[in-house]
């Protein structure tokens, strides 16, 4: 009986985070200009406008390139963050855990205030390198959690094994941890860019007119004119992240198989 009901809460539970997906996604597919059901035909001519219109284009490109920057530099310190603070014996390790953590709790108005004041005085304000810093910044957390988890699963005895039999730090991380590690990295890096796809609050107060992203974007006709082109947009999200996590996936099983 138990079971049956953690089952039924478990499908409660996804039912409600997938539903507003299902309401929104044929929507933009829709021939009409207003976001409404029923759908009086279906058409792919809001895909067409995202494609042919410069100003959404270029935010598509920017969500890329802003993306795929945050994710590397994310990534990349998110699990050298977790690599150091896996002993829990560190010094001030709590304290340290917890500053990573902030960017997840601090309001995002309060950090683009910070970040708008110090990008401006570091003359990368209203810059692509502006803005990859700042989606880092929220991206972290994610990362490191990630990366975290992934190796509290690891049995350090195999890591000390092969330092007794001569390989140096280096060598272990490369050859052993990292591997073991990967599902957890892999899983920080989608989540990297996922938040960065995301992010508009941030965007709004270090990104100039040239960095406007694909979020940005949706925020700035949401407030002029409802458009279908929004619902085409959200599904171009949620493709592209989904593709961008299952080719990381298919990457590292195919990685780990050749090594196998």
Known sequence: MNRILKILFGAAAVTFLIAPLFAILPLAFTDSIFLTYPMPGWSSRWFQE???AEVWRRSIINSLIIGGGTTILATTLGSMAAL???HHGLFLCGSLRTLFLLPMVVPAVV????????FAQLGIANSYLGVIVAHTVVSIPFVMVSVSGALRGIDQRVELAAESLGASPFTVFRRITL???????ASGAVLAFATSLDEVVLTLFVAGPNQRTLARQMFSTLRENISPAIAAAAFLFIVGTLIFGLVIMLTKRQSLTVKA
């Not at 950090?111 to 110090?118: C, D």
């Not at 591997?179 to 990295?185: E, S």
């Open 50 to 52: 995202l494609s042919g």
């Open 84 to 86: 150091g603070l896996r």
């Open 111 to 118: 950090l683009g205030v910070g970040m708008q004041l110090l």
């Open 179 to 185: 591997p073991l590690a990967m599902p957890g990295v």
